[in-house]
């Protein structure tokens, strides 16, 4: 029987090929070369060189090679173009690696592109995983150095990062850089785009400025989790806030956790402070007679605090990376 050869190059591209499978296409396609189409040249100008290479934790890993081969990857009729490099490797499915110099002159290193329509994982060589989103991509060098892990971010990526005190791990973008020894954070960076945002999930994050300018001072700030920084690249200003979803920083010591009976509003509140790691500023005594009785427990952090404030005729505003509650209070 004639294998279908559209079902392994689909079962090829997503990592599901057995051997004896991937023998069977590596030796059709070196047979059927591809012609060129628009379609492939499309795809050509958008991912480049591509390639994957078989290395331990899915890390990619290889010297760069010039040989090209086209395919074509016919499920749903999507062509898709991989490169070639001394033989074929998988790739895993939704982003394509190019083997490019992207590093500079002497130093060599791999450009991942995720050109699907979904969040993409990716693991380095270190152990640190990346999610790399749709149209974004991502360059590192061939083996990371001696002093620092430096990889390079166009578009939007969450990084959890291995921890390396002797071997600080530093993202670049096109104006700041995220410097960190291992800790979970965002970076969104389009080219195009007027700002540069960075969320931090969980550790600590240094975020500069990178210039040209060496004798130039330095502009940064130091991140904790549920904060994000926003750079405006055309005033080269940034703004610190807090992200849109925080999310619990520290387990509250209670079985009913965020369910609360004639708590004191004040109380309340400073639980919220805790679990989230963000300060809430209380302005006046207004809450010192206040109670709140509620279930909280799934809600949403900001939800919380709604509830919370409406119960006592409060409201709550954003300064920075702090809550300030103020009000007429309760009677």
């Not at 096109?174 to 979970?184: D, I, K, M, P």
């Not at 309340?268 to 300060?279: F, K, N, R, S």
Request: include cysteine; proline fraction near 5%; charge should be negative.
């Amino acid at each position: 029987m004639t294998p279908n050869y559209d079902i392994l190059i689909e079962k090829y591209l997503s990592g599901n090929v057995t051997p004896d499978e991937e023998e069977l296409l590596e030796k059709y396609l070196k047979e059927n070369p591809a012609e060129d189409s628009e379609v492939l040249m499309a795809e050509k100008t958008m991912i480049g060189k591509s390639i994957r290479k078989k290395l331990f934790k899915n890390t990619i890993h290889m010297h760069s090679g010039r040989i090209w081969l086209w395919l074509p990857a016919a499920a749903a009729s999507v062509l898709v173009v991989l490169g070639l490099a001394w033989s074929f490797l998988p790739t895993e499915k939704g982003y394509l690696a190019s083997i490019v110099s992207v590093l500079g002159d002497k130093e060599e290193g791999f450009e991942v592109k995720n050109t699907s329509r979904k969040p993409q994982r990716l693991t380095l060589e270190d152990g640190s995983v990346v999610i790399l989103q749709p149209n974004s991509r991502i360059s590192y060098p061939d083996h990371f150095g001696d002093r620092k892990r430096m990889v390079y971010l166009h578009g939007e990526a969450f990084f959890n990062v291995k921890r390396d005190p002797s071997k600080p791990f530093i993202v670049s973008t096109e104006n700041l850089a995220t410097q960190v020894l291992g800790t979970s954070f965002n970076v969104k960076s389009y080219d195009g785009s007027g700002s540069i945002e960075v969320q931090v999930a969980s550790g600590r994050v240094s975020v500069y400025e990178v210039s040209t300018n060496k004798t130039a001072s330095g502009n940064g700030v130091i991140l904790t989790p549920n904060q994000k920084i926003v750079f405006d690249k055309e005033s080269r200003k940034m703004e610190l806030g807090i992200v849109k979803n925080p999310a619990m920083v520290k387990p509250v010591e209670s079985r009913q956790r965020f369910e609360f009976s004639e708590t004191p509003v004040s109380e309340a509140l400073t639980i919220l402070e805790g679990a989230y790691g963000i300060d809430i500023v209380i302005e006046g005594d207004v809450l010192k007679n206040c109670l709140f009785t509620g279930d909280l427990n799934d809600l949403p952090m900001f939800e919380q605090l709604d509830l919370i404030c409406k119960s006592v005729n409060m409201e709550y505003e954003r300064r920075g990376t702090s809550l300030f509650v103020y009000g007429e209070g309760c009677p």
